[in-house]
């Protein structure tokens, strides 16, 4: 530094001293000064001010010193803030001037300056952008500086200054380097929520709402608890700012509130991701409003960071989306300079590199190396030294890109793949980082799978696994987060699945089948039959365990825990000690034993399970289970089947929602295809001669499709090969569960008839035929058929058979409010449109109130049925599952009856017509009299149904349970069909009339 340098310094510096201390620190004075000298704010003036101020201060007398310091002190906050010029300069100076100031003030000799020029320092250096300095060392200092700050301002005797300083902790916590990361954000969670035991929204609107914005920030990068809660706590706390800082009142503050809302909404867990992702948008676009390029570059910068990272992960017009997301990073690079802002810089590089990866638009393999371009560039600045968990995120991401590298050696780039994921799991360790360890493990099994190194893959994916079942278990949330979190890592299961396969180790890959599908339903089911299943002893003890991890889980949730940590640990092993106790029984989840199973079957029993991956993969894969058999069907062009049977499905659905009668009368060649693409009689070639009883698992869309009627090459249809029926499960560990249950007495009727006026004697004397056939028959008719009447209801708990005739819908959008429509459940169209969650649209014309319909939320949650052997839904579409969810969960109504406690549930896929309904119900509930099978008596009528002309329609109603006055009714209207088709005309032959309904459960 030159002496012309210096002179001039001194001369600036004693220009905006003065300023200062006249206008006692005002910025309308001093920042115009610092503006028209901008030229002097650099680094050198931080260290000039630095030598001259030290000299300075120990030069003059005690009073001098400290009023000199005060106007430094002052100096300081102001270039702190000052928004102009090189904002790392800025922080440098201030620094300097801080550090100067605490050679006078000392905590004994001015304790409250000696605090305030604390808190201004740990500001600076939380803030200070590193060129030399360690980043971390920087956090480390600054939360020494706060701790120091609260010896003086403690909160009964300075609880505003207690308050902002436990702010300023807090916010050193969240951006800590050093220490354990999980602890670093419970301690900022911590000392926000300290804060607002002072910043009350009565007492201090402004600042409770600043802090609500810090504390949702903690809690969206939570890492202990519940995941999908953390989000949610954080959603809430930016959504109460939002109620103080309007766009009117606060609008730097409301945009800011706005841009952490969408980061949240971003990662959101419940709802609709998409759904999710649009109100994330929605929020950082409107955030732009006040964040411009000038002058609030900084900050529309990170918006327009984290508005491409909203971009990227959408699904709807995802190659358009894709372009607006390198649009907005590219943007954002234009003041993220690596100069200027190298770690910021190094993010967008980051996310570039994972925008050209995922682009649909252009050459792939130019996009690839643009990505393996902008992923080497980040991994410059984001060294494993300075920013390891960065550093290892890109490292990920630089794998990925690798794995899919289209230019070069193909060997070449799976063995640069793994060099980059191999790594990245030193630094993202199972205990600090245990999600993003699974993610990592993961992509190196899936890699080393590419790569036809099977035992390397599943080594890295079964350890992924196990991670992922251990964060399953710390959802406290609910069901539903549950079910997301099985979207998420669904595709870990299909590529663990296909590798036991190419390892030839079948039993495990329907073991790992089985352990992806009706996850929840199989744990609910298990703690509801838990003093069936186990021993007395055992079951309290189960019991008692369960007590206690539910107890830890709230604590960590809800931060109550004394030493986090450990009560993880503790944790870990209750878990390890019920699982160890719940299989000497019952083996579930990820315990399940395909071979223990295949004991329990009877010999003549066969399972047919298929297994179809609805992503990229190519799996369709069809697995024959017998009590000592276990056999994979082989198909040669195995990805031309499943997307045979997608293209298939997806004109099944269209055909079903678009064009009924279109599809009703197709539905005979739908069928014809199905088998052809399933390959139905080779896999009947397979199950063994014996076998006289079949039970389909099905998988994804084959839900929604009757099996059992599938054509057979000598004309008949599948149930009529199995003499012993044909009956469906949603898995073979559910199967498993209900086969110890047995609900064997069929004395009580509970019925629900016709509670919308649409369907009053729409049953045809059939549930009044039906009751005949019980000792207790408790019936809720027409308008007393509301919600309210059944649940609870005391005749419903001791029934052994439900009767539901109404109607059902499904909802594809929210599964869990598909029900059945109850009386004075509809509601105007309009009042859809303004409330959707709780009226729904079920057609262009019809709402119904979901509090007014037994919607499967209201099945699980209140009815008990664990004396019910059966549950009859003649209704439509009641046997429909979840199509929008990615996991392999079962979501539906019958999913909702087994696990209120009935062992079997028939229902239907589809709006059959009244007659034929309820000719099929009244017949088999008079097989049911003579035949204790379920599936049997179901399949019995089915073939009836059928099979029987109008000739003989008419002298079966002669002998049926109907009362004249129905049987008459009938008999007329066969009598005139007779006439005009003749006698011996098969009127319901068609699989439209009787293959909608299936048999569900256990099957007897």
């Known amino acids: 530094m030159t002496e012309q340098q210096q002179q001039a310094y001194l001369k600036f510096l004693m220009q905006v001293l003065k300023a200062t201390d006249k206008s006692e620190g005002n910025p309308q004075v001093v920042y115009p000064l610092l503006k028209e000298n901008i030229k002097y704010l650099s680094r050198d003036f931080a260290e000039f001010l630095r030598r001259w101020a030290t000299n300075l201060l120990t030069r003059v007398q005690k009073d001098e010193a400290q ?90 005797a300075s609880p505003i200054e207690w308050a902002n300083t436990q702010i300023n902790l807090g916010t050193a916590y969240f951006y800590r380097i050093d220490g354990d990361k999980k602890q670093n954000l419970e301690d900022a969670i911590a000392a926000f929520t300290l804060a607002l035991k002072i910043f009350t929204r009565n007492a201090h609107p402004q600042k409770w709402a600043e802090t609500q914005i810090n504390l949702g920030s903690a809690y969206l990068y939570r890492q202990i608890g519940d995941k999908a809660q953390n989000i949610e706590d954080a959603i809430t706390a930016f959504t109460l700012a939002l109620e103080v800082f309007t766009y009117d009142t606060s609008p730097i503050d409301w945009a800011k509130a706005l841009m952490n809302l969408g980061i949240a909404y971003s990662d959101r867990i419940r709802d609709r991701k998409e759904e999710n992702l649009e109100l994330a948008i929605a929020a950082l676009t409107d955030a732009l409003k006040v964040f411009t390029h000038n002058p609030f570059s900084e900050d529309w910068a990170k918006t327009q960071m984290n508005l491409g990272k909203a971009y990227l992960h959408t699904t709807r017009n995802k190659p358009q989306n894709l372009e607006l997301a390198i649009e907005a990073f590219t943007a954002a690079l234009q003041v993220f300079t690596r100069e200027a802002f190298y770690q910021e810089w190094a993010m967008a590089q980051n996310n570039l590199g ?131 979190q099985a979207e998420q890592w669904n595709p870990l299961y299909h590529c663990m699945i296909k590798t036991c396969l190419e390892l030839g180790n079948i039993a495990e890959a329907i073991e790992y089948i089985e352990r992806s599908k009706t996850r929840t339903l199989v744990e609910l089911i298990f703690e509801r039959d838990l003093k069936t299943i186990f021993p007395s002893e055992d079951a309290t003890t189960l019991e008692q365990l369960r007590v206690e991890i539910a107890s830890g889980q709230n604590q960590l949730q809800n931060r109550t825990a004394e030493n986090p940590e450990v009560l993880v640990q503790r944790l870990q092993k209750l878990r390890q000690q019920r699982n160890d106790l719940q299989n000497q029984y019952l083996s579930v989840g990820y315990d399940f034993d395909l071979g223990k199973f295949q004991k329990t079957l009877d010999e003549d029993t066969a399972i047919v399970e298929w297994y179809i991956t609805t992503t990229s993969d190519t799996a369709f894969e069809t697995f024959i289970i017998t009590q000592n058999s276990l056999q994979r069907l082989e198909i040669s062009n195995e990805a031309n089947v499943r997307k045979a049977f997608l293209n298939w499905f997806k004109e099944y659905l269209k055909g079903y929602s678009e064009a009924k009668n279109n599809w009703k009368n197709s539905l005979p060649s739908f069928l014809c295809r199905l088998a052809e693409i399933l390959h139905v009689e080779h896999i009947l070639k397979l199950v063994p001669e014996n076998c006289s009883r079949l039970i389909l698992i099905p998988h994804t869309g084959l839900h929604l499709v009757p099996l059992h009627a599938l054509p057979l090459a000598n004309g008949d249809f599948l149930c009529d090969r199995f003499s012993k029926n044909v009956s469906y499960a949603p898995s073979c560990q559910l199967l498993q569960q209900l086969q110890p249950l047995q609900n064997l007495e069929f004395q009580r009727l509970f019925a629900v008839q016709t509670p919308t006026e649409d369907l009053y004697e729409k049953d045809l004397g059939a549930i009044a035929a039906i009751k005949e056939q019980f000792n207790n028959a408790y ?88 004396k019910c052997r059966l549950v009859t839904l ?131």
């Open 67 to 156: 009023y000199r310091a005060l106007v430094i002190s002052d100096f300081s906050d102001l270039i702190r803030e000052f928004p102009l010029g090189d904002k790392a300069s800025n922080l440098e100076i201030a620094i300097a001037g801080y550090e100067a100031v605490l050679t006078v003030f000392t905590h004994d000799t001015s304790p409250r300056n000696w605090a305030v020029t604390q808190i201004g320092l740990g500001i600076a250096l939380c803030h200070r952008i590193p060129k030399d300095q360690d980043k971390a060392q920087n956090l480390e200092d600054a939360i020494a500086a706060f701790t120091l700050a609260l010896k003086v301002f403690t909160r009964n």
């Open 354 to 484: 994972n925008a050209y990866f995922h682009r649909k638009c252009g050459n792939k393999a130019e996009n690839i190396e643009l990505a393996i371009g902008a992923l080497t560039a980040a991994s410059e600045v984001r060294t494993r030294d300075k920013f390891p968990q960065q550093w290892a995120m890109t490292q990920n991401n630089l794998g990925n890109a690798y794995a899919n590298r289209i230019c070069g050696d193909k060997a070449e780039n799976f063995k640069q793949a793994i060099a980059a994921y191999t790594p990245a799991l030193e630094v993202y360790t199972r205990e600090a980082f245990p999600e993003d360890h699974a993610r990592t493990l993961f992509n190196l099994g899936h890699v080393y799978l590419d790569a036809q190194q099977f035992t390397s893959a599943h080594e890295n994916l079964k350890s992924a696994i196990e991670i992922v079942e251990f964060l399953r278990e710390e959802i406290v949330s609910g069901d539903e987060t549950k079910r997301k």
């Open 874 to 1004: 003649s209704a439509c579409e009641t046997g429909l599952t979840d199509l929008n969810s990615v996991s392999d969960e079962y979501i539906g109504l019958p999913y909702g009856f087994l696990l209120a406690g009935s062992t079997n549930v028939v229902s239907s896929l589809w709006n059959v017509s009244a007659d034929a309904t309820a000719l099929l119900m009244i017949k088999f509930f008079e097989e049911l009299e003579h035949q204790s099978n379920i599936a049997i008596a179901l399949n019995t009528a089915q073939h009836w149904l059928r099979n029987t002309s109008l000739q003989e329609f008419r002298a079966w109603l002669k002998k049926s349970n109907l009362n004249d006055a129905w049987q008459s009714e009938l008999d007329e209207g066969f009598r005139q069909r007779e006439q005009q088709e003749g006698a011996t005309t098969k009127i319901f032959e068609s699989p439209y009339y009787w293959s909608a309904f299936c048999a569900i459960g256990k099957g007897v």
């Open 779 to 866: 019936i809720l008719k027409k308008a007393k058929a509301t919600k309210s009447k059944i649940c609870g209801n005391e005749e419903l708990l001791k029934a052994n058979c439900a009767f539901f005739f109404c109607h059902g819908y499904f909802n594809f959008y929210s599964p869990l409010d598909s029900g059945l429509l109850l009386a004075d459940c509809f509601v105007s169209p309009e009042l859809a449109r303004e409330n959707p969650k709780q009226y729904i649209l079920i057609s262009q014309d019809k709402a119904v109130d979901l509090s007014k319909c037994l919607t499967l939320v209201d099945i699980i949650t209140h009815l008990k049925l664990e």
